[in-house]
């Protein structure tokens, strides 16, 4: 039996109290058989998010987080204190944090783990840019950052991967589903374990069945189509059908 398919949403640094009718949106939709929503909106939202969405199937995450659980460290969140605030799941390691922040991959292994100690699972995104694709360095590229990132004795129940090539994020441009399948199935042989594997970048109503419906995609990590409701429950309906839990 296949595993339900995540549909994550990132909201990345958007959002502000009046959004939350767009969650409100979320919680009062049926979710369809076989798949899971994840709204992660930024760390000022996240409490007031998880009050909202108790008891219904939306969960909230957060977008990234410290490695250590309090100290410091003005400015920083860390995963416990996420947790505290209601969230689930952490993304970690997005390619924006890569090259804004800096972060390594040792850094990004770190934030994974900080995930599980609070009880979080960490969403932990690969990705290659333009360059390394055209290079033909996709594999390599992918399968250093798992190395490098994905923290020891990492199971299904705390680690979910998301594939999310650079040059598809925010762009509109997909790879095919021959580029998707090569990637997904290279992780999978990688890490295996039944850990899940997200495809992100340009998901779109439009685009999501046939992104969802490639082997080895297990769910969508979703960025501007996650900030109207009705795109995102589109997403997660073509996720549907493109077989969840079958
Ligand atoms: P996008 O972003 O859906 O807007 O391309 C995806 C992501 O960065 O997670």
Not at 70 to 91: K, N, P, Q, R, V
Not at 118 to 141: D, N, P
Not at 167 to 183: C, D, S
Request: proline share 4%; glycine share 12%.
């Amino acid at each position: 039996m296949e595993p339900m398919k995540l549909i994550a949403g990132n909201w990345k640094m958007n959002g502000l109290k009046a959004s939350v009718a767009e969650l409100e949106t979320l919680v009062a939709a049926s979710v369809p058989a076989g798949v899971e929503l994840l709204l992660c909106p930024p760390a000022t939202l996240v409490a007031g998010f998880a009050a909202k969405a108790t008891g219904s199937a939306v969960r909230i995450g957060a977008q990234d987080c410290h490695r250590l659980p309090s100290g410091a460290h003005t400015g920083d969140i860390s995963a416990e204190m996420l947790a505290d605030a209601g969230a689930t799941h952490i993304i970690v390691g997005h390619s924006e944090r890569r090259a804004d922040h800096g972060e390594t991959d040792e850094i990004v292994r770190h934030k994974a783990e900080a995930a599980r100690r609070a009880g979080c699972v960490a969403i932990l995104c690969v990705g290659e840019t333009l360059a390394e694709r055209e290079a033909g360095r996709t594999l390599a590229v992918i399968a250093a950052q798992l190395e490098g990132s994905v923290p020891p004795g990492a199971k299904a129940e705390t680690l979910i991967i998301a594939y999310e090539p650079v040059w598809a994020i925010g762009t509109g441009l997909t790879p095919t589903a021959a580029q998707v399948a090569e990637v997904h199935a290279a992780i999978a042989g990688q890490i295996g374990k039944g850990i899940r594997i997200l495809y992100g970048g340009s998901v779109k109503p439009g685009n999501a069945a046939e992104l969802m419906a490639i082997p080895h995609v297990d769910g969508a990590l979703v960025g501007g189509a996650s900030l109207k409701a009705a795109d995102f429950l589109a997403i997660a309906e073509a996720a549907a059908g493109a077989g969840a839990g079958a």
